[in-house]
């Protein structure tokens, strides 16, 4: 019996679950701390509702908080598409993914193109399409007064052309209150495309007194949209996780290693700790994935979201705490009326 089990939480079936549309937050919690937390303590078995006013109060002395500071670029563009140097009418769509090289960007672009298409941001910005890729990606370039821009010259057109990338599962425009809600306060380095969403909890005054009661440090991993994309294949081992660029200080590192105990805010920080674990290398390409089976190195706590059934981040969730385990606490947490998905309440395991 024990072997099924085992074999069962191998199977994508195993981590499907209904989630009502009324369920998915379509707004912020607002003030960010009003979020509802659900605390589980996995020694005890012990379950509390509260929320991100009292989390510092759950947390176990001498424990390392490890942070998040990416910063979430506008990546969603519309752009007009440029024939006989006539703008066309229909806008397009354009989703910014992230830096090749050679001036080259990754893209999606929305509706039917070829290599060699042209669109307009605005009056002087051309995005010029030169590689149409496997996955539906694009590779282009930015061009303003016949020249190809690069890095900082291409955050900037996507900050001022840009739209902040609320998940598609977020059935609304985005909104000017996005380009505050939807970043963490203690956002730094430019790069995800999604936000790191634990990290929304967070007021600039809640992080203070975080950092007044704990040792804190910061990773960089650049999310990447694949955050999105399930798992297809009935053998969750067989699927091929999407790679996603991270980096971190020495000092970070140092703090890591030698912390008595790690609790990382969100999946993103957790999947970098583990990653450099295994690998000790201080920048890179992440692509771990875990689920159960999977020992964790590193992590001994982990704040999350509530997550999309079959994702790998339900997978991680899963690794700390068995599939079944969180399938009864996300079946709790409906019952309660907890907020799911990006801008919805938090869940807290220790």
């Known amino acids: ?6 074999e069962y939480d191998f199977m994508l079936d195993g981590y499907n679950y209904t989630l009502p549309s009324s369920a998915i937050a379509n707004h912020p919690a607002n003030p960010r701390e009003s979020a509802k937390l659900l605390v589980y303590e996995r020694e005890s078995g012990r379950i509390t509702h509260s929320d991100f006013y009292h989390f510092c109060d759950f947390i176990p002395k001498e424990t390392l908080v490890v942070l998040n500071n990416t910063k979430v670029i506008k990546a969603r563009l519309y752009a007009h598409k440029l024939t006989n140097l006539q703008k066309s009418q229909k806008l397009y769509e354009i989703f910014f993914h992230k830096m090749l090289e050679d001036s080259l960007y990754l893209v999606q672009i929305r509706g039917r193109v070829k290599n060699g298409d042209r669109f307009i941001l605005g009056d002087d910005i051309c995005i010029e399409l030169k590689e149409c890729v496997d996955g539906g990606m694009r590779k282009v370039c930015f061009i303003k007064e016949g020249k190809l821009l690069k890095g900082e010259d291409v955050l900037e057109v996507l900050e001022h052309y840009g739209h902040m990338p609320i998940p598609p599962y977020i059935k609304r425009p985005s909104m000017e209150s996005d380009t505050y809600f939807y970043q963490s306060v203690f956002a730094k380095n430019a790069g995800s495309v999604a936000a790191p969403t634990a990290s929304l909890h967070f007021s600039t005054q809640s992080l203070e007194m975080l950092e007044q009661h704990f040792q804190t440090c910061f990773v960089t991993l ?18 091929i996780i999407h790679t996603e660029s991270y980096s971190l200080s020495p000092q970070s590192a140092q703090s890591i290693e030698q912390a008595k105990k790690v609790l990382c805010i969100g999946s993103t920080s957790a999947r970098c700790v583990e990653y450099y674990m295994r690998h000790k290398t201080l920048s890179g390409e992440c692509d771990i994935f875990l689920y159960p089976g999977v020992a964790l190195k590193r992590v001994d706590y982990l704040l999350t979201n509530f997550h999309l059934p ?3 981040l339900l997978m991680l969730v899963s690794a700390m705490i068995g599939r079944e385990k969180c399938l009864e606490l996300y079946e709790l947490a409906l019952k309660e009326n907890y907020r799911f998905y990006s801008y919805g309440d938090g869940m807290l395991i220790l």
Do not use: C, L, N, Q
């Open 1 to 6: 019996m024990k072997h099924k089990y085992m």
């Open 310 to 312: 079959k994702s790998t």
């Open 222 to 239: 650049h999310i990447g949209a694949g955050t999105f994309i399930g798992v297809e294949k009935p053998d969750i081992r067989d699927h």
